[in-house]
């Protein structure tokens, strides 16, 4: 599937970091 294929690129987990970041940020 698509999906499968776009989480496997290390791009995908990049993403997922910053968001986790913008929300800690607009968490604070």
Do not use: F, H, Y
């Not at 599937?1 to 604070?28: H, Y």
């Amino acid at each position: 599937e698509v999906m499968e294929e776009e989480l496997q690129k290390p791009w995908t987990r990049q993403t997922d970091n910053i968001c986790a970041i913008v929300g800690m940020l607009s968490t604070a």
